[in-house]
Nanobody
């Protein structure tokens, strides 16, 4: 049974940090795990992805240098460290899995978590 569970979202002030976690169960290491986000009234967009071979891809230019994706294979968990958060980072953040390469296209992913809300506001 494949399952992705996100956690770590919440309310944070501008300039603050959060670390999101995506716990994967039922997946082998041959899967790429990506982070996406969807703001109210906007389409879901790719943020970053960690491929099965360890290659990291950043899709959203607006997060480059602020967000870092890492993967702990022993814990089957992918993290998204978010620093210097801005109000425009407010969105529901999702992790998703596909095999074996990363893709920025939402439709390329077979498995999705339920999402975790991130709100950046003073």
């Amino acid at each position: 049974q494949f399952q992705l569970v996100e956690s770590g979202g919440g309310l944070v002030q501008p300039g603050g940090s959060l670390r999101l976690s995506c716990a994967a169960s039922g997946f082998t290491l041959n899967y790429a795990i990506g982070w996406f986000r969807q703001a109210p009234g906007k389409e879901r967009e790719g943020v970053s992805c960690f491929s099965s071979s360890g290659l990291v891809t950043v899709y959203a230019d607006s997060v480059r240098g602020r967000f870092t994706i890492t993967r702990d294979n022993a814990k089957n968990t992918v993290y998204l460290q978010m620093n210097s958060l801005k109000p425009e980072d407010t969105a529901v953040y999702y992790c998703a899995a596909r095999r074996p390469y990363c893709s920025r296209s939402v439709s390329d992913y077979n498995y999705w978590g339920q999402g975790t809300q991130v709100t950046v506001s003073s």
